[in-house]
């Protein structure tokens, strides 16, 4: 249960000067958060440049849609959103240039940007700092509002090879006091055990801000303990993956009902944003939104955000217990593992696998529904990956499990996922 969260609503329905405060807000207008350092309003939905809508060029290679991303920039700035997050690695290494297309249209005085040391292969100095002054030229920026070490999770080793050791965090420490940076963090997917030395080190290094994963699921293991630390710690919190990776949009259907009961003038996935923005910690929710319709339906959430209640919170407490007795896979499609070499669609597999299970489109012995369910599943699957990038091919190799920061046992996952499509095609279970 979410126990904590009455705590955390008491302290944020007032408003009040400080950190995680929520500004006074008209209807219909964006929540701002103050950052505590320099006082600054930054939307409470940060837009998560992660998913941007996707075309092909001239030659039928992968590419952005620029005129539509363009578009979904002017409608979030027009709308009082002001906090864009990207990264050197996000779609395909052109988030960022897209990105800063589209918001140099704009006073630079009136969006924050985010991006990352996304330094996941090459630890040296040169390429880091090569890779640092990229996302300066591709944003079109002279300064970044909040710069993060990217997906903290490996241990202390892997942390002081990427950023200690050869200087990589000394210079950007220099850049923050050059004012170059104006915020330094750092994005975290790591265990309690890690967290709490990166915290040992705040005296050090001043970490202005940490973004991590939480919603009403997730709260309930490690992200609760992250959370509460850091606010007693004084540090702002950006959440990531509030949606669980879209899986708190598409919930089962009598889950869906049971939220729509309690209030059903919002949208499923609204339970899941203004459960993160109730606690008063939070700078930011991050949010990538593809699509019109996502960024118009995030905005009723937080236009202005409608704090949870003390019973609100006991239900999604009691929703998110219901959620995990569902056998998912906790993929959030970030596609950190990706490629894999041996050309599986691991991201995909898992998302269809998902979906049909939110569906109710799994097979299950005995059921009176079973041929129908085998048929759908066994059609959708060969319709939505394809043959030669199925489970089967997977040789548990396991160069995908370091790079997931939901720490799946992807080859274990893939052996089971095609077990069952086996026992599906051979007509029983």
């Not at 640092?132 to 942390?159: A, C, N, P, T, W």
């Not at 992200?223 to 004084?234: D, N, P, Q, S, V």
């Not at 702002?236 to 919930?251: D, N, Q, S, T």
Request: glycine share 10%; with cysteine; charged share 25%.
């Amino acid at each position: 249960m979410l126990v904590a969260g009455t705590a955390a609503l008491a302290a944020c329905t007032g408003v009040k000067k400080g950190k995680g405060t929520l500004s006074p807000s008209a209807s219909g207008e964006m929540t701002l958060r103050t950052n505590p350092k320099d006082g600054s309003k930054v939307s409470l939905l940060g837009y998560g440049c992660m998913r941007w809508p996707e075309t092909t060029d001239d030659d039928g290679r992968y590419a952005l849609d620029q005129e539509e991303i363009n578009r979904l920039v002017d409608k979030a700035l027009e709308s009082g959103v002001n906090y864009f997050d990207t990264s050197p690695v996000y779609c395909r290494g052109l988030s960022e240039k897209a990105t800063g297309i589209a918001l140099s249209r704009h006073p630079r005085e009136s969006y924050a940007v985010a991006t990352k040391m996304s330094n996941f292969s090459q630890y040296d100095f040169d390429s880091a700092r090569s890779m640092y002054e990229k996302s300066m030229r591709e944003l079109q920026v002279d300064y970044i509002d909040y710069y993060l070490l990217h997906s903290l999770g490996g241990g202390r080793e892997d942390f002081q090879g990427r950023f200690v050791d050869n200087g990589v965090l000394d210079f950007l420490l220099k850049e923050r006091e050059a004012g170059r940076i104006r915020n330094l963090g750092f994005s975290f997917h790591g265990s309690p055990a890690l967290f709490d030395y990166l915290m040992t080190l705040h005296g050090k290094y001043h970490w202005d801000f940490v973004q991590i994963q939480m919603n009403y699921v997730d709260y309930n293991g490690d992200a609760r303990y992250l959370y509460e630390t850091l606010e007693k710690m004084g540090i702002p919190v950006v959440i990531m993956e509030p949606l669980l990776g879209g899986r708190l949009a598409k919930v089962p259907d009598f889950i869906g009902q049971q939220l729509q009961q309690r209030d059903g003038s919002k949208s499923i996935a609204s339970w899941a944003f203004r459960f993160c923005g109730t606690f008063p910690g939070v700078l930011i929710v991050l949010s990538g939104m593809t699509y019109m319709e996502h960024l118009e339906d995030n905005l009723e959430s937080f236009s202005p955000l409608q704090p949870l209640d003390a019973g609100d919170i006991a239900f999604l407490g009691d929703t998110a217990v219901k959620l995990t007795k569902y056998p998912i896979v906790p993929c959030t499609d970030c596609r950190y593992c990706m490629p894999c070499p041996y050309g599986i669609d691991i991201p995909g597999i898992f998302a269809h696998y998902n979906r049909c299970v939110n569906e109710g489109d799994v097979a299950v012995e005995g059921d009176p529904s079973y041929r129908k369910a085998r048929r759908r599943y066994l059609r959708s699957y060969s319709r939505e990956v394809f043959p030669e990038h199925q489970a089967d091919k997977c040789i548990a190799c396991g160069k995908c499990v370091p790079k997931c920061p939901q720490r799946i046992k992807i080859p274990l996952m893939m052996q089971r996922i095609d077990g069952y499509v086996e026992e599906l095609k051979r007509g029983k279970f």
